[in-house]
């Protein structure tokens, strides 16, 4: 079985399980090497399991971040996306709708918007995805570090009466955005470098596998009952 599916690594576990179940009924199994013996893959079989677990929680950790980060980008209440109406529509009225001060403001939260990032799902993201994702949230948190930066230089003649577009909101706005991106980032790294242990177990329970069914048809025969129960067990 060479796929990497969550239904694969279980029919290989299961398969594995069914070639211990096997061994231990068989008449004076004798490994060769310690690690074919029935309690050492018994033990790597443990192991891999708690591996499996370990993958499915960094997994799921990793999905909470990414809704987490929707959350803070685009769909809470306070959601940076939320926010940038009201911010241009304070401006204009502190300003005039065609003051340099609104046309400037108008002028980032485009490229706020423009910087958005199209939703590609998928239950197995790799490596370049996850990065082009960070990359753009990225991008689009600094260009709403710029519209503070722009806001503050007003001073006093930006004084909104929304307490949510206040300076001091909208720079909490952007740390928790610059946090929860981080935070995908860190837990897809996770969950990537666990896969890639169990993945490498995986590897070496088939090998082993294949070796203890060479040991049996070696100890009891091309032809015998014991090779032909095991033999057809996929790892």
């Known amino acids: 079985m060479n796929s990497n599916s969550e239904v694969s690594y279980g029919a290989r576990i299961g398969n594995a399980e069914k070639l211990v179940a096997a061994l231990q009924n068989f008449n004076n199994y004798t490994p060769i090497k310690p690690e074919y013996s029935i309690n050492a893959?018994?033990?790597?079989?443990?192991?891999?399991?708690s591996q499996n677990n370990d993958v499915a929680s960094k997994k799921q950790s990793y999905s909470l971040a990414v809704e987490k980060r929707k959350q803070v980008y685009d769909l809470k209440i306070n959601a940076i996306k939320k926010l940038l109406s009201p911010i241009n529509a304070a401006v204009k009225?502190?300003?005039?709708?065609?003051?340099?001060?609104?046309?400037d403001v108008a002028s980032i939260i485009a490229k706020i918007r423009g910087a958005n990032i199209k939703s590609k799902k998928t239950a197995n993201p790799d490596e370049a995805t996850v990065s082009q994702s960070y990359q753009?949230?990225?991008?689009?948190a600094q260009f709403f570090a710029d519209l503070i930066a722009n806001l503050s230089?007003?001073?006093t003649d930006y004084t909104p009466a929304?307490?949510?577009i206040t300076i001091t909101?909208?720079?909490?706005?952007?740390n928790d955005a610059i946090t929860a991106n981080n935070d995908v980032?860190?837990?897809f790294t996770q969950f990537v470098q666990n896969n890639k242990v169990r993945i490498?177990?995986?590897?070496?329970?088939?090998?082993?596998g294949i070796r203890i069914k060479d040991s049996i048809k070696a100890q009891y025969g091309n032809n015998s009952t014991e090779y032909n129960l095991i033999k057809g067990l996929k790892i």
């Open 136 to 140: 753009s949230f990225n991008s689009k």
């Open 185 to 187: 980032m860190n837990n």
């Open 162 to 164: 929304n307490s949510e």
């Open 41 to 49: 893959y018994n033990d790597l079989i443990t192991s891999i399991k």
């Open 93 to 103: 009225v502190s300003f005039g709708r065609t003051a340099k001060e609104a046309t």
């Open 153 to 155: 230089n007003f001073g």
């Open 169 to 174: 909101e909208l720079n909490n706005r952007y």
């Open 200 to 208: 490498e177990s995986y590897n070496t329970l088939s090998q082993i």
